[in-house]
């Protein structure tokens, strides 16, 4: 079993729907979850970090943790073509110093 | 704030021979993290300086090697490169403190070998 795990997708949405991307880790011990964007061939970006249970909101984005389910997502509202690229989910524990990463969804949104 | 930058952005190197990647993090930040993508293996954790010193240490083979300076700047050193070690290499600089510790991505270096 992978540490992170990420559906690879592609998740096709509508302009203006909202995309659902979701992540699901394996150790307990994971403390701090982030959720990167990469657009192809260029590097990720931080779009949001949690690190407590319940939703944390940024702009159209939403991340939501749930520790005891080992579940993290992240909802983007009011999708739009340039919010097509590759999510990448991210884990961290406080020993490692380290972010563990999934194999990324690639997202489409379809103007 | 400048962002993390990278150099050189793209490299093309022979099996056999060495590369040292250099990665100057953000303002401020004292942890400076390497990272190898590749499409089959996704992104993978190489390891973390902190204040010049590795703090952790991924799942990669003594090839692999780095160091910190006293103004964090960072490089790190692949020897007898082999064609495996093609990727897309990426430096993440956080401000290293705790409980999160967001890390953010320089542009890469781009490494192909032949």
């Known amino acids: 079993q992978k540490e992170v795990e990420q559906n690879s997708g592609p998740l096709s949405v509508p302009e203006g729907a909202i995309a659902s991307l979701n992540c699901t880790y394996s150790d307990r011990g994971s403390q701090s979850f982030f959720w990167y964007r990469q657009y192809s061939g260029k590097s990720p970006e931080l779009i949001m970090f949690i690190y407590s249970n319940g939703d944390k909101e940024d702009g159209r984005f939403t991340a939501q943790l749930n520790k005891a389910s080992q579940y993290v997502s992240l909802l983007i509202r009011d999708s739009q073509p340039s919010d097509s690229a590759t999510y990448l989910c991210?884990?961290?524990?406080?020993?490692?110093?380290?972010?563990?990463f999934g194999s990324g969804t690639r997202l489409q949104v379809q103007p | 704030k400048a962002g993390v930058t990278q150099t050189p952005r793209y490299l093309i190197k022979t099996r056999g021979q060495q590369v040292t990647l250099s990665c100057s993090p953000i303002s401020g930040h004292r942890s400076v993290s390497w990272y190898q993508q590749t499409p089959g293996q996704g992104l993978q954790f190489l390891f973390e300086y902190f204040s010049e010193t590795q703090r952790n240490k991924g799942n990669f083979p003594g090839r692999f090697s780095g160091r910190q300076f006293s103004n964090s700047r960072s490089e790190m050193n692949v020897s007898t490169l082999e064609l495996g070690d093609s990727a897309l290499y990426l430096c993440?600089?956080?401000?290293?403190?705790?409980?999160?510790?967001?890390?953010?991505f320089g542009p890469g270096t781009r490494l192909t070998v032949t």
């Open positions: 993440a600089s956080s401000p290293g403190t705790l409980p999160s510790y967001e890390q953010y």
């Open positions: 991210g884990r961290g524990d406080t020993g490692r110093r380290a972010l563990t």
